[in-house]
């Protein structure tokens, strides 16, 4: 099925009211300046097609103004015609973002089953044999978990 990418979808969903166009420009945000740069900027406003930014120190507004043209362009990637036309910086003490969420600690694989260990003793070099069995382990355990497939259906063992 062949359709065309609306790049105005954002601008017809948050368009309309410029308070959802804030929402937008604020959940987008850290995309546009990265991670970084977004737990020490806030979006604060939107003024007639202008979004204001507040920053730390005129240190912080040196940067993102040399950062400018690159955060627009990514902006308008995701708003389409909804973007601003420019960004202006107030400097100020800036609320604490919260962390971004950390992924959760992979439980640690069972280790591989006696077999694949005996066979992996052939191996000479015991950083490649222990890289190895490590590899086979959690392939292992994501298969037994039914979250991989080898695409043959079948299991080996």
Do not use: C, N
């Amino acid at each position: 099925m062949d359709r065309t990418r609306d790049t105005d979808l954002a601008a017809r969903l948050f368009g309309a009211r410029p308070e959802h166009t804030l929402a937008l420009f604020r959940a987008t945000w850290p995309a546009a300046v990265g991670p970084v740069l977004a737990r020490r900027t806030e979006v604060v406003a939107l003024d007639g097609g202008i979004l204001r930014v507040k920053v730390p120190d005129l240190r912080w507004q040196r940067t993102l103004v040399r950062m400018r043209a690159d955060i627009l362009s990514r902006l308008r990637a995701v708003a389409g015609r909804a973007a601003p036309r420019g960004i202006g910086f107030v400097v100020g003490p800036v609320a604490d973002a919260p962390e971004p969420p950390r992924a959760a600690p992979e439980e640690p694989p069972a280790p591989a089953p006696s077999a694949l260990a005996d066979a992996a003793a052939a191996i000479a070099d015991p950083e490649v044999r222990a890289r190895f069995l490590a590899a086979a382990a959690r392939y292992l355990h994501r298969f037994a978990r039914g979250q991989g497939s080898t695409g043959s259906g079948s299991e080996a063992g």
